[in-house]
């Protein structure tokens, strides 16, 4: 049978209240005037509490909403507060009554939503307070149903409105602790270890984030949320299929890498042979001056040096370089310590300003050594594939940094969290 919302008048001032809460419920508050009333003893008025202001809330007593199917009614709201440091942080908890899954708590902080309900089956041995915070070296972190929480926050809060129906009795100016932990995954929600002051009823609470909550509750104008909410789920901004872009770019670059290394000239070969046997002039023949053309000294060398002084002359007598190149080579160790530094090749690149035969001369540096096998050759029509290695590298680069962007964001769920490990 549907239950008829009826009402009463305030005993105190008057004024018509309805009555939406059920029969547990314990006490009613006055919007009006503020009076607390006994809704157990013909609403005996037990306190009244002038001069509170409404906290902003876009919820009002009254209003029903749709959870899980399941219809809610707001029957209560208390402004909450909380003073660090002259630092204050607000919030509004409305109490909610189903006739038929009971009561729940709804919140509104920053315009983010959350719906919270009291468990029965919580890990009331493990109940974890301020105090033992306070001692812990680490993080606390309390099992539950096989998931792991880790400490979040300690709030310390006092109550400074009180309007509506509850089934236990709140009070203006009432305080108390809340500890709460989070485990990394937001859809397991928040376990809140509630402990009022003065020797009150411990409760533990999970409380998960409900954007919908304002759609729900037929808002007609919500507020925005602002900020980032720790039960928030931040999904990456890039997802798989940026990732198979970002590794498919990288994977067509490289095949592109290896044509070009592929259409790649074969090199001239100028000379091969001892250092003592270099004749006083090399020459070599350029065909193509659109691209660039490379000259290349290579020694096989091993823990020593060789330098060369190289000029080149264009086949109208030009200078084009006169320039040093030293080879260098070390190595040593074995196994995993084996090192190696420096190369057995240095090159020339240049862009040939003309077809025809260039001269080059190539002296070696007296203090170097002159043993190893050496070889000069020449390689024009170069195709550049610099710039295909390098976004193979970018590309595959980004791939790699996606998931940990992601992991980066959602680690971001943390930071209001107020663990310091200092002493």
Not at 151 to 164: C, D, H, R, S
Not at 193 to 214: C, D, K, M, N, T
Not at 277 to 291: A, C, Q, S, Y
Not at 397 to 422: C, M, T
Request: hydrophobic residues 35%; aromatic residues 12%.
């Amino acid at each position: 049978m549907t239950e008829q919302i009826r009402s009463i008048n305030c005993t105190n001032c008057g004024a018509g209240l309805p009555v939406l809460g059920g029969g547990r419920v314990t006490t009613q508050v006055c919007g009006y005037c503020g009076a607390s009333l006994d809704a157990n003893d013909a609403y005996r008025v037990l306190e009244i509490w002038d001069g509170m202001e409404r906290p902003r809330s876009p919820f009002r007593l009254g209003m029903q909403g749709q959870i899980d199917g399941v219809t809610f009614t707001i029957i209560g709201t208390l402004g909450m507060q909380e003073e660090y440091r002259g630092v204050h942080w607000d919030w509004v908890d409305h109490q909610l009554f189903s006739p038929t899954h009971g009561y729940a708590w709804l919140t509104i902080e920053d315009g983010h939503c959350v719906l919270t309900r009291k468990l029965r089956d919580g890990p009331m041995q493990f109940f974890l307070t301020s105090a033992e915070v306070e001692r812990a070296e680490h993080p606390p972190r309390v099992l539950w149903k096989g998931t792991k929480y880790r400490y979040y926050a300690t709030t310390n809060w006092e109550t400074t409105y009180v309007e509506g129906e509850f089934n236990w009795r709140p009070e203006r100016g009432r305080g108390g602790t809340t500890v709460t932990v989070m485990s990394n995954d937001p859809k397991d929600g928040m376990l809140a270890f509630v402990e009022p002051s003065g020797g009150g009823e411990r409760e533990i609470e999970r409380s998960h984030l409900w954007p919908e909550a304002q759609e729900a509750f037929g808002v007609e104008n919500p507020i925005r949320a602002h900020g980032q909410h720790p039960l928030q789920d931040i999904k990456p901004t890039f997802g798989r299929i940026m990732i198979a872009w970002f590794a498919g770019l990288s994977a067509i670059s490289l095949v592109l890498a290896f044509v070009v290394l592929g259409m790649q000239p074969a090199p001239q070969m100028m000379f091969q042979g001892t250092i003592q046997d270099i004749p006083p002039e090399l020459t070599f023949r350029v065909n193509d001056t659109k691209r660039p053309a490379r000259l290349e000294l290579y020694q096989e060398l091993n823990n020593a040096f060789a330098g060369y002084e190289v000029t080149m002359q264009a086949p109208d007598g030009t200078p084009l370089a006169e320039t040093y190149r030293e080879i260098s080579y070390y190595s040593g160790g074995s196994g995993d310590d084996a090192w190696s530094e420096g190369s057995r090749s240095q090159s020339l690149n240049f862009v040939p300003p003309m077809p025809g035969d260039y001269r080059v001369t190539v002296t070696p540096d007296a203090a170097g050594t002159t043993s190893g096998r050496f070889r000069v050759t020449f390689r024009e029509g170069r195709l550049n594939s610099f710039w295909l290695w390098a976004t193979t590298v970018l590309f595959a680069g980004g791939a790699i940094a996606i998931p940990f962007l992601g992991l980066a964001k959602r680690s971001a769920r943390w930071k209001g969290s107020d663990w310091s490990s200092e002493d």
